[in-house]
């Protein structure tokens, strides 16, 4: 690999110390290097980074954060389809592999073309009112549908290929990836899943029921979940979180219909660890 470009969390790297000094080393390496600073946009043509600023023939992005940013970044330039990889500058990473320590060797290895390559699904969400599309997305780690507003338990019913499965009264439900089994679906309880394996995992968040599990699906299974009546026949309010970013606003009778994406992210592995041993050392340090 000659051709990087680098995006930046300019909040956990404030003065670009380690931006600069990786673009400084790999440009004396005969490599070129552009570098973007992620931030919101103001225009709303993107979240964080303009893949039009990507040049096109850019064989690496380097994504300086944490799991955080580069979920980011893989949503908003995942029609690229540019292999990512992840300089960790938070705590826990399990996307960001590279630590900030690590740097200079793990630029020769790229360098060198000594790495391998993940495709890792993803999914996409589309939210629907009635017969009306008010809002869709797609996902690196998770869908999730949680309540909004009043502290108390939302009806969720659930669907799979248009046939009802159950229904859950629950704080929320996440729709997860195997990427995102090591996330919030893992907090609320759900299975821990090896990012290669192609599946998709349902797991409510404090449902109120004594025997309520985690789902597991095939990935060409499609999920419909809709919002239920409230006790009281009220209407409720929750929101679909796409990679706990995008937001869209749903009352009782609207529906999320999740399905595989035909986009995937493309993760740049280094370190040739398993999954178990890399689950084992982050296990370790927690």
Same mark, same amino acid.
């Given at each position: ?8 969390? =300019? ?8 931006? &600069? ?5 790999? =440009?004396?390496?005969?490599? &070129? ?8 946009s103001l225009n709303g043509r ?16 380097? /994504? ?31 996307? %960001?592999?590279? %630590?900030?320590? @690590? ?5 020769? &290895?790229?360098?060198?073309? @000594? ?10 969400? =589309? ?15 998770? /869908?999730?549908? *949680? &309540? ?17 499965? @159950? ?13 995102? *089994? ?15 394996? *192609? ?32 006790r009281r026949s009220d209407t409720e ?40 041993? /890399? ?8």
């Open positions: 690999m000659k051709k990087f470009c680098i995006i930046t969390n =300019t909040t956990k790297d404030k003065d670009l110390t380690l931006t &600069r000094g990786i673009s400084d080393l790999l =440009t004396s390496k005969g490599c &070129r290097c552009t570098v973007w600073q992620a931030g919101r993107y979240r964080y980074t303009d893949p039009e600023a990507i040049p096109g023939d850019t064989e690496c992005i380097l /994504v300086l954060g944490g799991d955080g940013t580069l979920l980011q970044a893989a949503r908003d330039l995942v029609r690229l389809d540019v292999p990512l990889l992840g300089v960790n500058m938070g705590n826990l990473g399990f996307l %960001a592999e590279v %630590a900030r320590d @690590n740097v200079s060797a793990s630029l020769d &290895r790229l360098i060198e073309g @000594n790495y391998e390559i993940e495709e890792r699904m993803m999914l996409s969400g =589309t939210v629907y009112r009635g017969n009306d599309v008010i809002g869709e997305d797609i996902a690196l780690n998770d /869908v999730v549908i *949680s &309540r909004d507003g009043h502290l108390r338990v939302v009806r969720f019913n659930n669907y799979v290929n248009e046939v009802y499965l @159950n229904s859950y009264s629950a704080d929320g439900i996440i729709i997860s990836t195997p990427t995102g *089994s090591t996330g919030y679906s893992l907090s609320a309880g759900g299975p821990v899943v090896s990012p290669s394996a *192609s599946m998709i995992i349902m797991t409510p968040v404090a449902p109120h029921t004594m025997n309520t599990r985690s789902v597991i699906f095939s990935p060409e299974d499609v999920i419909t979940v809709e919002i239920g009546k409230g309010n929750t929101i679909a979180s796409f990679d706990g970013d995008t937001e869209v606003p749903m009352i009782t009778g609207d529906r999320i219909v999740i399905r595989r994406a035909k986009d995937r992210t493309r993760i740049l592995k280094l370190n040739h660890l398993s999954f178990v041993e /890399v689950l084992r050392q982050k296990m370790e340090n927690t």
